[in-house]
């Protein structure tokens, strides 16, 4: 593991004014938050000749590539068949962590899940848009009310370091770093409202489904740890921060770097009795088996990253998240709820996941927005001191920052 910027230690452990017309969800209120209607993203009704697909009942889910509404960027999707799991480590799996059991029965339905981790040519997209949502505030464009609130985000403030979080390289292709988990949801809302897909954080029961590609071991790739340079980029080969997303070789589902590279944030507030909460009501589905955040922290991380071990990046590995520690350096009062500034944030990222079936509203939201109390206030704060501001997000957006940008 690898302490910096102090010093590497080794160790074996875990503006414009224009009038325009804007739109909410209000006559949505009352239905799944899922955007589109007619033809589904990722669905065929033929089963592809080649490449992966999942059998559902309008035909085969499939992987497609979504492209960023306003850019050239895309994201590609993969799908992951559902099924069951047992969720956790063995109790005789080496270098097993407590908090790692009981093993629990877990029920996965069908999703699609990103090829890789977001980028930083991916994230900086949302980062831009804290300049723009602070020029609609200044011009009175799509302002947000109590009416609206609930289709607004807000993205990350600007850097009060850059030189940290971009200590390793900001290259376009590089995995995105140092975001809170709110950060990461609200990225997650951003881009949903303004594809009308519903994009989000997993679970930890769905992305250790994902991560273990099918397989029971500890690793994707078996229960040894000699083929990791493979399959993933950890303290041994990657003394030059996070690598560029996709570089080494994918487990069975096709998703690449969910093992090392960077830790993944997933919505879960971590708990030391591990999943005991759950025992008696397995089997379980994986997007109930889920402790709702009521603090910033701690929060389940997974997968692990280029700065830890391999016993740290095995595909039941837990990290808790620890806001005093990880946003130690940050002088601003509260701290951030949008970045981190301590090890081991330089290796904290996140990807995408998205449900086969939509989510509830209710429960979507869930994933989209906060449930911490703390965080909320601390976001509250931001804004009545001006450090932050909320943008109203749907298909629409896009369109408006285009012309924004033409008559600036």
């Known amino acids: ?222 229960d040894s740890a000699d083929d990791i340079d493979d399959y993933a980029w950890y303290y041994d080969n990657a003394d030059e921060g996070q690598e560029a997303v996709g570089t080494k070789k994918p487990n069975p589902f096709g998703l690449h770097d969910m093992h090392g590279n960077v830790a993944e944030w997933t919505v879960n507030q971590y708990t030391e009795d591990g999943y005991e909460s759950f025992a008696e009501k397995a089997p379980i589905n994986a997007t109930e088996v889920v402790q709702w955040p009521e603090t910033s922290s701690p929060c389940v991380v997974r997968g692990g990253s280029w700065e830890m071990d391999p016993e740290e990046l095995r595909s039941a590995a837990r990290l808790a998240s620890d806001d005093i520690e990880w946003k130690d350096s940050d002088p601003n009062f509260p701290k951030s709820p949008w970045w981190l500034t301590d090890y081991p944030s330089r290796g904290i990222g996140f990807r995408l996941f998205r449900s086969y079936k939509p989510l509830d509203k209710e429960t979507i939201t869930k994933f989209w927005d906060s449930t911490s109390g703390e965080v909320q206030l601390d976001v509250e704060s931001r804004v009545m001191e001006g450090r932050g501001g909320y943008g109203l997000v749907d298909e629409k957006l896009p369109e408006v920052i285009k012309a924004m940008k033409e008559n600036q």
């Not at 505030?137 to 009060?160: C, F, H, K, W």
């Not at 519903?198 to 397989?215: D, I, M, V």
């Open 1 to 222: 593991m690898k302490y910096l910027p102090t010093k590497i230690v080794k160790t074996s452990s875990l503006c414009l004014a224009f009038s325009l017309t804007f739109f909410t969800a209000a006559a949505l209120a009352d239905a799944p938050d899922t955007g589109k209607s007619g033809s589904v993203e990722g669905i065929a009704k033929e089963k592809p000749s080649e490449g992966p697909s999942v059998k559902v009942d309008e035909g085969y889910m499939v992987p497609y590539t979504m492209t960023i509404p306003g850019t050239d960027l895309t994201i590609d999707m993969v799908p992951v068949p559902g099924g069951s799991f047992l969720l956790g480590s063995p109790e005789d799996e080496e270098d097993r962590g407590e908090a790692e059991g009981p093993q629990i029965k877990v029920n996965v339905d069908p999703m699609w899940v990103a090829k890789t981790e977001i980028n930083w040519a991916q994230y900086k997209e949302f980062m831009s848009l804290y300049n723009v949502f602070k020029e609609f505030e200044r011009e009175g464009i799509r302002p947000v009310d109590e009416s609206n609130m609930a289709d607004a985000i807000t993205a990350p403030t600007q850097l009060y370091e850059p030189s940290f979080t971009y200590e390793y390289g900001e290259r376009p292709e590089q995995a995105a770093v140092t975001m809170t988990q709110y950060a990461a949801q609200q990225f997650t809302k951003w881009l949903s409202r303004i594809t009308g897909e519903q994009y989000r954080l997993p679970t930890e029961a769905e992305w250790e489904y994902a991560a273990r590609g099918g397989k029971a071991t500890a690793f994707s790739w078996g």
